[in-house]
């Protein structure tokens, strides 16, 4: 998972501040998710981006958050007005094109976000 | 909804010992990764099963895919105390409403004491 980059790796915000995380997903990938770990519970999906396409949001908050994967830099999610049950950690996965294993995920080191 | 249930969800055990970690569920799918987590990392992945029935070795690690795809296991040879971690299960589908997203297990917390 080396080949997945997120930063930063520790954020602390204060409430109703922003919160940006990026992902630079792994060479010749094109396929980004995010999935957010809170305390105590699994990994959860949140969403699921290709260059420029929102493919499927279904596990994002209706409210706040948002994820763009832009035709160049990484990928951004970003969380409006944090609050304390934002707090978690934060991971980013890619996956090749279609064609290849495409179900195989490889993830990032992940953010840790601590809202005080 | 796809549940996978992970289980058991916390093992501590000896080394030397043998050990099976089941994920289990209801939903057909089309692929499950097994990936073992440290604190403060994200997941690494240990492997991919893609073909009901699917036996695949990596060292003293055995994982295998359930006939009919709903189900998976990971068995442990003689485990050693570097294998202590959170092993995770996580199915994903292929086609639909759910095509690029894992479900994951709640994972298992394995200690092995030296």
């Known amino acids: 998972n080396a080949g997945v980059m997120q930063n930063p790796r520790h954020l602390v915000r204060r409430r109703g501040q922003e919160a940006r995380l990026r992902c630079s997903p792994m060479?010749?990938?094109?396929?980004v998710y995010w999935y957010r770990q809170l305390p105590e519970e699994g990994l959860k999906f949140m969403v699921y981006?290709?260059?420029?396409?929102?493919?499927?949001e279904s596990g994002m908050p209706k409210e706040r958050f948002s994820a763009e994967f832009p035709k160049e830099g990484p990928s951004i999610l970003r969380i409006q007005q944090v609050v304390r049950g934002d707090s978690a950690a934060y991971f980013c996965?890619?996956?090749?094109?279609?064609?290849?294993?495409?179900?195989?995920?490889?993830f990032g080191p992940g953010t840790r976000l601590t809202v005080l | 909804t796809q549940l996978l249930e992970q289980s058991p969800q916390f093992l501590s055990i000896q080394e030397g010992e043998n050990l099976t970690v089941y994920c289990n569920s209801s939903s057909v799918f089309s692929s499950l990764q097994w990936y073992r987590q440290e604190p403060g990392e994200g997941p690494v992945l240990l492997v991919t099963?893609?073909?009901?029935?699917e036996v695949k070795k990596l060292k003293r690690l055995t994982f295998q895919f359930g006939d009919a795809r709903k189900d998976s296991s990971l068995h442990i040879t003689a485990a050693q105390p570097g294998d202590t971690g959170l092993y995770l299960c996580?199915?994903?589908?292929?086609?639909?409403?759910?095509?690029?997203?894992?479900?994951f297990g709640q994972g298992t917390i394995l200690t092995v004491h030296p």
């Open positions: 060479k010749g990938h094109s396929h």
């Open positions: 981006l290709q260059k420029e396409n929102i493919i499927d």
């Open positions: 996580a199915g994903a589908r292929a086609g639909g409403t759910s095509y690029g997203k894992l479900t």
């Open positions: 996965a890619s996956s090749p094109p279609a064609g290849g294993l495409t179900d195989t995920q490889y």
């Open positions: 099963v893609v073909t009901g029935g």
